[in-house]
Nanobody, 130 residues
Framework: QVQLVESGGGSVQSGGSLRLSCLVS????????VAWFRQAPGNERDGVAR???????TYADSLKGRFTVSQDNARKTLYLQMNSLNPEDSAMYYC????????????????????????WGQGTQVTVSS
């Protein structure tokens, strides 16, 4: 049974850090794309970072240098380390997975399009105060 469960959200002051976790059940990281998305009220769901086939890491351009995605195969957990947080980072953060291989792109996730991702967690709220 596939299940994605996020944790680690909370409230921090501007400049602070948080580490989000996503327990991924039902998939092996080498055969799936796992990603972090975020969505603020009234906004679209945007990609933050993704790991394709357990190897290829891609970040949203605007977040490079502040956010770091990683995975622990033994713990079946995806992480998102977020540093130098600012109020614009406040959002619900979601973990997502896609096991469908896109042969034309030789990738499980050729982009951050949310429609690519099959499984989603319930989300964890991050609130950054100034």
């Amino acid at each position: 049974q596939v299940q994605l469960v996020e944790s680690g959200g909370g409230s921090v002051q501007s400049g602070g850090s948080l580490r989000l976790s996503c327990l991924v059940s039902g998939y092996t990281f080498s055969n799936v794309c796992v990603a972090w998305f975020r969505q603020a009220p009234g906004n679209e769901r945007d990609g933050v970072a993704r790991i394709d086939s357990g190897v290829k890491i891609t970040y949203a351009d605007s977040l490079k240098g502040r956010f770091t995605v990683s995975q622990d195969n033994a713990r079946k957990t995806l992480y998102l380390q977020m540093n130098s947080l600012n109020p614009e980072d406040s959002a619900m953060y979601y973990c997502a997975a896609n096991p469908r291989y896109h042969y034309g792109y030789s990738s499980y996730c050729p982009s951050f399009s949310p429609s690519i991702f099959v499984d989603w967690g319930q989300g964890t709220q991050v609130t950054v105060s100034s």
